[in-house]
């Protein structure tokens, strides 16, 4: 409303009547959506320039008040009479390249309070309805000029840098790269805890028994059902049954057998 405060005061001098300030207020609405005034009168004038005050003699004709705006991107130019029927102002406005026509009645009672003229700050009132009308029943037939849409769509595609994302120490995530979190069993499945005792080759969670060859890294799993080669013949472990490991695990595994090596203080007769 600051912008629009500075518009009443510039044109008071010449706001004698509740239209004239509801004029003002449309004025300024249209300033809003990306238009400019060019002047008041059909015909334009020598050395017209846009601008966002209102031109020199907008006010002399109380019933019929006629101004012409031009789009900032120049693609559109409004002619808007503003036409005084009793306790009402009916808006008539035509986009000339393109012959589009809008019409809004506004009662000026609803938007203006006439003993209050000279007092900003208490003269209009339902300011929000009349910017709706004005952009339903204006803006929206005759298009948004090219340059607002841009700068909305740019101002939407402006993502915010939330807390969790910035960094500003650069410290480095918790997980390396390629790892994700440690799988935990569900806590809405109770019988999912020691799963993975019941099952050692089976790839399940939940589990104390600890590989040291694994280092806690995620393996393919091992279906003992289908057998072991050279240890047992398929079907040998009937599936889901308990299965215990006993020797080495395939040719390949790495790194010496934690079975032949000897306990601490193996040699401690204490023990």
Known sequence: MAGLELLYCSAQAGISCPQDALVCGIHWELIQHGYRCLGAGEQPGPDERKSELLPAGWEANKEVYTLRYKSTDDARELLLKAIVVEDSMILNVMDCPSQKVADVTLAVADYINPEHLNDFHRVYKNMEELRTR???????????????????????????ISP????????????????????????????AVGGQDLDPLGGRSGGMIVDPLRSGFP??????????????PPGAVPPGARFDPFGP???????????????????????
């Open 164 to 191: 969790q994302d910035y960094n500003s120490l650069g410290i480095p995530p918790r997980h390396p790269a390629g790892m994700g979190a440690p799988s935990w069993p569900s806590p809405l499945n109770p019988f």
């Open 249 to 271: 695990l395939g040719a390949g595994r790495a790194g010496p057998d934690p079975d032949h090596l000897p306990p601490p203080g193996y040699d401690d007769m204490f023990m």
């Open 219 to 232: 393996q393919p799993g091992i279906d003992p059902s289908a057998g072991l080669p050279g240890r047992l």
């Open 134 to 160: 004005i952009a339903s029943g204006i803006i929206g037939p005759l298009g948004v000029p090219t340059e607002k849409v841009k700068k909305e769509s740019q101002a939407e595609k402006k993502d915010p």
